[in-house]
């Protein structure tokens, strides 16, 4: 597509249930990142992809979240047991080549909200 | 390791006079920096990035960033504020290979 896709753009959730959350990469961009945005905070590194590379894990703050990308593609991002400090806007961005750091497209975003 | 610092988490001027957002980078390696923007419920836009060339970055809308190495330094201006530049700004840092690290947030308000 031309842009980014996330969805879905909001989601409320109750303490303690499982949430995933999609990414659609531009065609052709290798590299997938997600990152998350607090209240009030900048933009926090959690995971990225690289090809068919391991991907990056340095980022996820506990052992709830995971995420994965099929076929070099779609990702999702899974948190379990979802906890109210997981409430945040979930932002994923995709680089067509990470031999520069050129192009990273951003996508509008999944607003959390666990209640 | 890498790292931004934005200076003022909230700045307001007045339509039509000077815009400064200050950051300050640590960096082991040399760094690309890019300046994004973020318009109430909008994606991140990029306004303009450093990446080793010339070290005033022209970008969009009419802002442009000084690459200043001896002060460690990329701070974003613009000569005349518009009202539809209140949104909030982040400095972002990267070397290669590696993701975007950015700083906190600077709020710009624009008074009419």
């Known amino acids: 597509g031309a842009g980014v896709s996330q969805s879905p753009s909001n989601k409320v959730t109750e303490k303690g249930k499982d949430v995933e959350l999609r990414c659609d990469p531009i065609s052709g961009h290798t590299a997938l990142y997600w990152y998350r945005q607090s209240l009030g905070q900048g933009l926090e590194f959690l995971i990225y992809?690289?090809?068919?590379?391991?991907?990056?894990k340095s980022g996820l703050p506990s052992d709830r979240f995971s995420a994965e990308r099929t076929g070099g593609s779609v990702s999702t991002l899974t948190i379990q047991r979802t906890q109210q400090e997981d409430s945040a806007v979930y932002l994923c961005?995709?680089?067509?080549?990470?031999?520069?750091?050129?192009?990273?497209?951003f996508g509008s975003g999944t607003r959390l909200t666990v209640v | 390791a890498q790292s931004v610092t934005q200076l003022d988490s909230h700045v307001s001027v007045s339509e039509g006079t000077p815009v400064l957002l200050r950051c300050n980078y640590s960096s082991s390696y040399s760094p690309s920096l890019f300046w994004y923007v973020q318009h109430p419920n909008k994606g991140l836009q990029l306004l303009l990035k450093y990446t080793s060339a010339a070290t005033l970055v022209k970008g969009i809308n009419g802002f442009e960033a000084e690459f200043k190495k001896s002060e460690t330094s990329f701070h974003l201006t613009k000569p005349s504020a518009h009202m539809s530049d209140a949104a909030e700004y982040f400095c972002?840092?990267?070397?290669?290979?590696?993701?975007?690290?950015f700083g906190k947030g600077t709020r710009l308000s624009v008074i009419a």
């Open positions: 961005a995709s680089l067509r080549d990470t031999r520069s750091n050129y192009g990273y497209t």
């Open positions: 972002v840092v990267s070397t290669q290979n590696t993701p975007l690290v």
């Open positions: 992809f690289q090809g068919n590379s391991a991907p990056d």
